[in-house]
Every structure is written in C-alpha cells, then in structure tokens.
C-alpha cells in the first residue's frame, strides 16, 4: 500500500546529498545509505547509516528536504536541487570572528590549529581557518553555507499522524 507523505506524517526516506555545482559537484557529502557510502569512499565506522525518520511540518529538517519530500509516495524517489536559503543557509559574514588566539586556547584548553572545531561561550560550533601568533579566525557558519545541494530522496515509509508505530528503522541525524 502505498501512502503519501503530508504535514504531520512521519517520513522515513533514505537520502543521498551532493554538491550541486562548483569544482566538486556531483560529490556525495551525506547519505543514509550504507551501500552509497561505501560506493562513495564516506563510509565511517562510527556512524550509523540508517534510515532519516521525521515528522513533516515540524522543522526538523533543512526547509528544502521538508516540502521536496510532500507528495511524494511510499517507495517513491526523486532528486532536488536546492538553494542555500533552501539548504543550509548563506553565508554570513559576521558569523566569521577574529580572537584573541590566547583567550581562545585558554578557553577552549587546546592549541588553536586551522580546521581544530571549537565552541562559543553561546555554545555555537565553529572550526578556525586561520592562525597567527596574536589571533584565531573562526568560522561559525554551517559548512555547507552558501552551496547549492541537490538530494536524491527514496521515500521507505510513511506513517500517519496518529501513528504509534515502533522504530522502522532507526531514526538518522536531521539534515
């Protein structure tokens, strides 16, 4: 039986993301599905490739997933290509912030090094993208920022509002 993914639905789709353009379009950047990933070369054995299960409607997927997925059918796919207002948003200039590389080692209780992660005191996640003797620039925009992405989307299952239905298959990381 097949069942259409609406607001409210729970859609449990596998999904497969690559940069849509750029010198490195057509790489994969993200999938649920083991079988990609290792056909890719981003299988990790810390991860779990699972099934992405959500509830339409609710956020707690990027925007773009959210309506390219309402429609859709039970066993259904299709690819998307989305804008970053779609996606992982724009780039922000200000979310880009020069500081005191002393405070900031001091704080963070490690040498500050480019592409070492760090954390505000708001609790925001940046990486440092550059470092000199004085001072650390760090980057707390998404990392997809500003990309145009394209999703391959398999819809697995759909399960109505009043659903109260045991784990289909693990729930996956919100895109």
């Known amino acids: 039986m097949t069942t259409t ?3 409210g639905r729970i859609a449990i789709v596998h999904l497969t993301g690559s940069f849509a ?9 993200e999938t649920t599905d083991v079988d990609v990933a290792l056909e890719e070369g981003i299988y990790h054995d810390s991860r779990d490739f699972v099934p992405l ?11 773009g997933l ?12 299709k690819t998307v290509t989305l804008a970053p207002e779609e996606a992982y948003g724009t780039r922000d200039d200000d979310a880009v912030v020069t500081v005191s590389r002393e ?7 490690t040498d500050a090094a480019v592409d070492e992660l760090v954390r505000s005191e708001r609790g925001d996640v940046g990486w440092i993208v550059a470092v000199d003797d ?21 819809v697995l299952e759909v399960h109505a509002e009043d659903d109260t239905h045991a784990d289909a298959g693990g729930t996956g990381e919100a895109v």
């Open 21 to 29: 353009d750029g010198p490195d379009a057509g790489d994969v950047f």
């Open 53 to 63: 299960e959500f509830r339409v409607g609710e956020g707690h997927v990027i925007p």
């Open 103 to 109: 405070v900031l080692e001091e704080r963070s209780g």
């Open 5 to 7: 993914v609406k607001p």
């Open 134 to 154: 004085d001072t650390a620039t760090v980057d707390f925009n998404h990392e997809l920022a500003g990309r145009r992405v394209e999703f391959e989307i398999r």
């Open 66 to 77: 959210d309506q390219a997925v309402r429609g859709m059918e039970t066993g259904e796919t």
